[in-house]
């Protein structure tokens, strides 16, 4: 490029630079001075120490002022100018610049022209860099307010982050606060649920939310910190809002950014709620006895104790027979878990009548039972004795067991999920059919949130259709009961054998939180289908949803036995090893009545039966139900009896009250009246026995079985913290059972010696 081009190059004007290059420019230039100012203070330092170091320092000649500018400092800052000189020698170094350097007016020196081609560049590049200079200058004004903002705001941000963590550690030490503080309340006071409304209510509507089933959302909220279930009432639709109270810390939860612990948790809720099946009423927590939470809805009747009974008062007792082991079956299971059960769930003749007995058989079907008294003393009071009554039924040969029309009515409600619930029934029912005939017929109802037919009447010689049927079944929904059973009741009819047995088998844990709930209007449906000649028998399954009141309704008015299937082989022992005693009845409406002989009996008490007690006159009335004895069934009831001679009574006697007894009956205790009907007629039958001081069986292996009976009886009043076992303990019936353990073929009775030692330890 000639001296031309250059010219006209410096003479365009310069472009503007972009704000990218201008930055760009500013920090380079800013980190060159930087480093420039840095190594100049480190030459000025090194400078000043050599001066002070130097031989020429001393105390007539101090070292030279710090402020002398040092040799590289004042090189760089003379470039500096001679680069700004308009006019300069082109051999300026040394002494011979000076030498020859003339005044800028000059012409000439050595026939060289005043201007310099050097200079004029000089000159330019000065005046670029002045003007490069100013632009610099107004840009870092321009540009330091968006710096300044910009610093601000990171600054701003910076703090709010750290706000935030700080709140999100409080946060969740506050929540690791809340679960154990809620973990250490649930261990203290397992059962003890506050039933007034908290500060906060959440109103949830199951349109918004999905309807809640009332056992699956309590279980599931009250194991969350900070939630509290209030008992309410059932809603009057299930498009109705229902209230859960809610705890003042998530009655309105808050996700908070860095809390997952506290999310996770909402989020848990909130699943509950969308996934939860169809609510049919608001959660109910009011009944919850003293147990684990999973247990607070077990509900049994609340009954109490058969009294001591002045002979004189009130001579005549009376009651219906009852043949239901279910109590049995559900203490056995408390027992296993290591808890006492509750003693409502203890009903004595239920604990006395699991047991297969050895009473001698009748001689034929004319007469469907044998009655058999024997009078013994008693092992928990001195001085009193026990009147034991047996009755042994009438075993039916296989080819007089007439055919079946059986309805299996399941419950596959949501509460019905669990592995001892919907499951076992399906290999309960399985092994059930084992014993049926191939022309007897099954049909399968179902219920939930409604009920359906899964199967239509079928014989049992179709087996692989009848398992297809039960093994598709799966459990969700409310529980629809009364639906069910009026559905189960139509299938019954529109198969109905006149010559058969008609029956509806009802496997359940006894919720019924839909339609008709009352117990006596679903007693009400069942008598009038009992008097058509379709019976009712259920099968209790599960823990902590178990509602055994329901069932001893629905049972005791179907003329049909309840029986609680807790494990497998209690399947095999009530529908394979008792099938035809729980299938087919040879006795109904059976009523035992005792009059005692006020010359010989002072007090009374009958052992149990506190249920099935009638009215004096309801013994001749056959249109009062009692009591239904199957196939080879045995039935036991004990009094225990206070002589009259007998110094330890606990009634005084009736100031006005005559004890004159007949003449020639000084040597009768009481008389026995037993009335029953035969399963196709209307008018009952009776049977009458007198009970004597002597009464005794000559049989040895019935005062065996007897004895065996009492300390079952021993028992279950040792459980119920009975007032009148006197000094009997749980060793006292172990020994006694023990003694009269027998063959024990099937090993119930070493189960139960097992179970009493149970109860000792849980008791301690």
């Known amino acids: 490029m000639n001296d031309h081009d250059l010219e006209q190059q410096l003479q365009q004007p310069v472009p503007p630079p972009d704000a990218n290059t201008k930055a760009r420019h500013i920090a380079a230039a800013m980190a060159a001075f930087t480093a420039q100012q840095t190594s100049a203070t480190a030459d000025e330092n090194l400078a000043i120490d050599v001066e002070k170091d130097s031989p020429l320092a001393t105390e007539s000649n101090p070292a030279p002022d710090k402020h002398i500018i040092s040799p590289k400092k004042s090189n760089v800052l003379q470039g500096f100018l001679q680069r700004l000189r308009p006019t300069r020698d082109i051999n300026h170094h040394g002494s011979d610049s000076m030498n020859n350097s003339t005044f800028d007016n000059n012409p000439g020196v050595g026939n060289r022209p005043v201007w310099q081609k050097p200079a004029l560049i000089s000159g330019i590049a000065a005046s670029s860099l002045a003007v490069l200079a100013g632009i610099t200058f107004m840009q870092h004004l321009a540009i330091n307010p968006v710096n300044d903002e910009l610093t601000a705001a990171l600054a701003k941000q910076a703090a709010a982050v750290n706000e935030q963590r700080q709140k999100s550690e409080q946060a969740k030490d506050d929540f690791a606060e809340k679960k154990l503080a809620a973990k250490a309340a649930e261990e203290a006071v397992a059962a003890d649920i506050r039933t007034e409304a908290p500060a906060e209510i959440n109103v949830i509507s199951a349109e918004d939310t999905g309807s809640l089933p009332d056992r699956n959302v309590a279980d599931a909220l009250q194991r969350i910190p900070g939630v509290e279930l209030e008992a309410a009432a059932p809603p009057p639709a299930p498009s109705a809002n ?12 808050t996700v908070r950014q860095a809390d997952a612990a506290e999310e996770v948790q909402v989020a848990g809720i909130r699943q509950v709620l969308a996934n939860a099946p169809a609510m049919k009423r608001a959660v109910g927590v009011a009944d919850m006895p003293s147990a684990p939470p999973q247990e607070y809805r077990d509900r049994f009747e609340d009954f109490k104790e058969n009294a001591v009974t002045s002979v004189s008062e009130t001579p005549v007792s009376t009651f219906s027979i009852d043949v239901d082991t279910a109590s049995y079956s559900f203490v056995r299971r408390q027992l296993n878990n290591g808890q006492l059960p509750a003693k ?62 059986l309805v299996f009515l399941l419950d596959v409600s949501g509460s019905m999920d669990e592995p001892t619930k919907l499951p076992l029934v399906k290999q309960s029912m399985g092994l059930l059919l084992d014993t049926l005939k191939p022309d007897d017929t099954i049909a399968i109802a179902v219920y939930a949130g409604a009920a359906g037919t899964v199967l239509e009447p ?103 036995t309840a029986a609680y299937i807790d494990t497998l082989s209690e399947a095999q022992k009530v529908l394979v090893n008792e099938a035809t005693s729980t299938l087919f009845p040879i006795a109904k409406d059976v009523k035992i009545q005792v009059e005692f002989n006020p010359a010989t009996v002072a007090e009374y008490r009958l052992i149990g039966y506190e249920t099935r007690a009638l009215n004096r006159e309801d013994f001749n009335n056959d249109k009062v139900d009692a009591g239904e004895i199957g196939s080879g069934h045995k039935v036991t009831a004990i009094y225990e009896i206070t002589p009259a001679n007998a110094e330890n009574k606990l009634l005084e006697p009736s100031r006005y009250q005559s004890q004159a007894a007949a003449n020639g009956k000084s040597n009768e205790l009481a008389f026995l009246r037993v009335r029953y009907k035969l399963p196709h007629e209307n008018q009952s039958k009776l049977i009458e026995t007198a009970i004597t001081k002597n009464t005794k069986e000559n049989n040895s292996t019935y005062q065996q079985e007897a004895n065996f009976s009492i300390a079952v009886a021993g028992f279950a009043q040792l459980l119920r913290g009975s007032h009148y076992s006197g000094d009997f303990n749980y060793d006292k019936v172990i020994e006694l059972a023990q003694a009269n353990k027998g063959k024990d073929e099937f090993g119930y009775r070493t189960e139960f010696i097992q179970l009493v030692r149970k109860a000792k330890i849980a008791k301690e």
């Open 344 to 405: 409502d769930a203890v009903r004595i003749e239920e604990m006395i009548n699991y047991f297969d007995y050895a009473y001698p058989a009748p001689r034929d079907k004319k007469t469907p039972f044998a009655t058999h008294v024997s009078v013994m003393d008693s092992p928990w009071k001195k001085g009193n004795q026990l009147v034991h009554i047996g009755i042994q039924g009438y075993q039916l040969p296989a080819s007089d067991i007439p055919q079946s029309n």
């Open 458 to 560: 079928t014989k049992v010689k179709e087996k692989a259709k009848i398992l297809a049927a039960l093994n598709n079944l799966q459990a969700g929904g409310s529980t629809a009961g009364a639906e069910g059973i009026a559905l189960a009741y139509k299938l019954a009819e529109a198969n109905f054998n006149s010559k058969g047995i008609n029956r509806i088998i009802l496997a359940t844990d006894g919720d019924f939180n839909v339609g008709q709930t009352s117990d006596d209007a679903l007693q009400d449906l069942i008598e009038r289908k009992r008097d058509k000649g379709i019976y009712l028998s259920v099968l209790g399954f599960g823990q902590g949803n178990y509602q055994d009141a329901m069932m001893q309704t629905l049972a005791q008015n179907g003329n049909g």
């Open 242 to 253: 229902y209230t859960v109270p809610i705890a003042p810390a998530l009655a309105k939860p």
